[in-house]
């Protein structure tokens, strides 16, 4: 096992960027350059307190700042938002430019749409008759595709639905209601901890290219929870009773889109459920659990009920369909 000289991390203000931005610190020991990117100077500092050596400024969107950003890495630990999945193709193939010098590539990910390890098929949902695999879904197979038609070395960490994600929007209903919404019925899902994906993509970047490369790992939860079971779970953290309240699919669908409630339909059909052995197989311990997530503080610094009352990860606004465009997004 080779640890590598120097990895950018991208999306090192996110969830998972920041626990493996964490996780590589831990982990390397001083030994390993840890190059957190950023889009303003304000972020910088907070990222150097909790792992950093240095930051660089780098924007998807502004193809200007990847050359200096890359300079000198030879990881990289990649992430990046659904809407800019055009963006990040171009990107890979930028990164394939210099296979060279870039040893590995770090994706993360979500399961459910690849061709590489399964055989989905993007023409057949897992459960309506007459529809495609949701396109958000697809899209995350292109993330990982595009890297390794670049050539690059790649390792997928394929993430279930992180927790608390669903709660984002309802965060002013916990605290003043003790109640929230959303449209998954009484389903079942193995929600992840975004520690554990972090935790992953430093161990895969740690352990190098010669042990993960070209493979292709799913981390989920250790358990699958109803809403009504996460709102136990919750409610037991904030020390009072929170309440789930089942919303009509179609109201989800008007106040976010139908790109968003489409893959919603996974997370209501039973396809997100199944519990995995591959974050046991990378660390040799059990998954962390959502009521142990809440309470313990992770890598740098929070708890999971901090996360969740912080703007970390709320990106989504009821309203606002952020995807629409994506329809007219090729791979090719």
Not at 98 to 114: L, Q, T
Not at 182 to 190: M, R
Request: proline share 3%; net charge neutral.
């Amino acid at each position: 096992m080779v640890p590598p000289q120097r990895v950018l991390v991208t999306a090192s203000t996110g969830r998972v960027g920041k626990a493996a931005v964490a996780y590589l610190k831990k982990m390397g020991g001083g030994k390993v350059t840890i190059r957190a990117c950023v889009r303003g100077e304000a972020q910088g500092e907070y990222l150097k307190s909790i792992g950093a050596d240095e930051v660089a400024m780098f924007d998807l969107k502004k193809r200007e700042t990847w050359n200096e950003a890359i300079k000198g890495c030879d990881a990289v630990f990649s992430s990046s938002m659904d809407s800019l999945i055009s963006e990040h193709m171009e990107f890979a193939k930028f990164l394939g430019e210099r296979k060279d010098e870039i040893k590995h590539v770090v994706r993360i990910s979500c399961f459910g749409a690849d061709t590489n390890t399964n055989s989905y098929n993007k023409d057949v949902h897992s459960s309506q008759e007459g529809m495609g695999i949701p396109l958000m879904l697809q899209h995350y197979w292109w993330s990982e595709e595009c890297l390794i038609n670049a050539g690059l070395k790649v390792t997928s960490i394929r993430g279930n639905f992180y927790m608390n994600h669903l709660l984002k929007n309802e965060t002013e209903n916990i605290q003043k209601e003790g109640k929230f919404s959303t449209c998954l019925g009484e389903c079942k899902n193995s929600f992840v901890c975004t520690n554990d994906m972090g935790e992953v993509a430093a161990t895969c970047l740690m352990e190098g290219p010669a042990v993960h490369a070209n493979k292709f790992y799913d981390i989920t939860g250790p358990e699958a929870q109803s809403m009504h079971e996460v709102a136990t779970d919750l409610g037991t953290a904030l020390n009072k009773t929170i309440t789930y309240c089942p919303q009509d699919f179609e109201q989800f669908k008007a106040d976010f889109g139908p790109t968003r409630a489409a893959f919603f339909e996974y997370l209501r059909n039973g396809f997100y459920t199944r519990c995995s052995p591959d974050f046991y197989n990378i660390t040799g311990k059990k998954a962390t659990p959502y009521r142990e997530y809440l309470t313990t503080k992770g890598p740098f610094g929070e708890t999971g009920l901090e996360e969740l009352f912080s703007s970390s990860g709320s990106i989504f606004k009821k309203g606002e369909d952020q995807f629409k465009h994506l329809a007219n997004i090729s791979k090719d």
